[in-house]
């Protein structure tokens, strides 16, 4: 159960981490000095993959996005072109451009042409599509019954493709549940805890009973947990479904729901995962809580861990509603709750391999080197399965293709859809990656050095 004696666990957790990670800290002092990992992520030739459009391409929409004024207000500014330029001058212009950096495509072929490409350059690719919901955006069940067959699609499209090895794929389960519900779900479970046998049951298709709710509310619940059993079953043992973190307002109510998932589906294996945001005070709680219920209830624990994404909109409303702001107050702490919780996960998944997996979900280049470097301090092989890494599709490229050359299981973001339905995913993620976004420099620098080199090349001409 998530419930209140789980939760009065965490303070014992939490400090038993904290003298182990002492200890093991002072003993990584005491014994010889064993590490080879030298991960540099300054060499240009690993752009030599790309094409000449490919390399301009990127020039020049992240020198758009160095601009704050741009990525800021970046949805304004996008309404107000497709107003002036219409639906298909707007098509026109974005296709070729921000379209074709970030998106697969719109048809699976398309998407078969980047995905095959992805794989060409030794990295994974990780189909995400890009459908969520919002308070106040509730849509009906026939437009979720819609999500389920994309996803359903996504699925299908993840497994009947040779891209990769032990695809992944992304799902946001405010597509399949209204916001609303899990608003009120978060408000419940806190009063009275749910057992996550009842969702299991009611996944199978029994007609239970959910305390707190109404009986249209307990209807669609019901529904939405049968959508999300339908893309479960078709995913495990072909799929690995990792489940996304959305707002703090809603994300008691998604973690239950996939802890669900995970004690039905994830007995033998990790098929379902769940996302920890590591710029939240609570992060470390919260991992530490569900390696506690994984072992408690007997199932199998996938972590993505990122560092965040919806920093903004939480800080506004925590202030709107006179709160503690839950974000941690700076760079520097959130740094270190996302190396804080890396190193429980590596820790854990070094004594159990078989029970934990890891995606190091950043384009942070320290934590990435921290990452490998613990890995090989212990002893977990870079291709046993048990960790992998992710970035973006369109972004930091010369992390992603580093770490495939040095042989890590590297896996790419991957949305795909129309235009019209990926804009509004090119405008969450260029707001909420602005840091990221306005702090490419590196990136621009080695794209400049290698167009350079093709330049100098052609002027001599020949290769080299």
């Known amino acids: 159960m998530l ?41 240009p030739s690993a752009f030599r993959v790309k094409s000449l459009g490919e390399l301009l391409r990127a020039l020049g929409v992240f020198r758009l996005c160095s601009f704050p004024v741009l990525v800021n207000n970046c949805g304004k500014l996008m309404t107000a072109a497709r107003t002036i330029l219409g639906r298909r001058g707007f098509s026109l212009l974005l296709r070729p451009t921000v379209y074709a950096q970030f998106v697969a495509g719109e048809n699976e072929m398309e998407i078969s042409q980047s995905m095959g490409k992805i794989s060409l350059l030794g990295l994974r690719p990780m189909l995400a599509v890009p459908i969520e919901e919002d308070l106040g955006e509730s849509i009906g069940e026939k437009r979720y019954d819609d999500n389920m067959a994309a996803m359903l699609e996504c699925v299908r499209m993840s497994h009947s493709n040779a891209w990769s090895k032990d695809p992944m794929m992304q799902l946001k389960i405010t597509a399949l549940l209204s916001p609303e519900l899990c608003v009120k779900l978060t ?28 009986e249209k509310e307990a209807a669609h619940f019901l529904c939405g947990l049968q959508r999300l059993n339908k893309i479960a079953e078709a995913s495990v043992n072909k799929v690995r479904v990792l489940v996304d973190a959305e707002y703090t307002y809603m994300n008691p109510a998604l973690t239950l729901v996939t ?52 920093m903004d909109k939480e800080r506004k409303l925590a202030e709107k509603e006179c709160r503690v702001d839950p974000i941690h107050p700076s760079w520097e702490e959130t740094n270190k709750s996302y190396n804080g919780c890396l190193d429980v996960m590596l820790e854990a998944i070094a004594q159990k391999p078989d029970r934990y997996r890891i995606i190091v ?28 890494f992710g970035q973006l599709l369109g972004m930091c490229d010369h992390v992603s293709l580093t770490l495939a050359k040095e042989g890590y299981p590297v896996y790419k973001s991957v949305p795909y859809g129309s235009v019209d339905d990926t804009l509004p995913y090119l405008v969450r993620r260029a707001q909420e990656n602005r840091t990221v976004l306005q702090g490419i420099r590196k990136e621009r620098d080695l794209l400049r050095q290698e167009l350079r080199h093709r330049m100098r090349r052609s002027m001599r001409g020949g290769s080299e």
């Open 259 to 310: 802890m669900a998932l995970m004690k039905k589906f994830n007995k033998d294996g990790a098929w379902i995962w769940n996302t920890y945001q590591c710029y939240l005070k609570e992060s470390g709680s919260l991992l530490l809580e569900a390696l506690h219920l994984s072992q408690a209830e007997g199932f199998c624990l996938g972590v993505k861990l990122v560092r965040g994404a919806y």
């Open 187 to 214: 408000t419940l479970i806190a009063q009275q805890p749910y057992d996550l046998s009842l969702l299991v049951r009611a996944m199978d298709g029994e007609m239970v009973t959910f305390p707190g709710l109404e």
């Open 3 to 43: 419930c209140s004696n789980l939760r009065s666990a965490v303070p014992h957790l939490l400090s038993r981490r904290l003298v182990g990670t002492a200890t093991s800290r002072t003993a990584a002092v005491k014994r010889p000095e064993i590490l080879s990992v030298s991960l540099a992520f300054e060499d």
């Open 361 to 388: 979900a950043t384009h942070n280049e320290e934590s990435v080197r921290r990452a490998a470097k613990r890995m090989e301090e212990l002893g977990i092989e870079k291709d046993g399965g048990s960790v992998c």
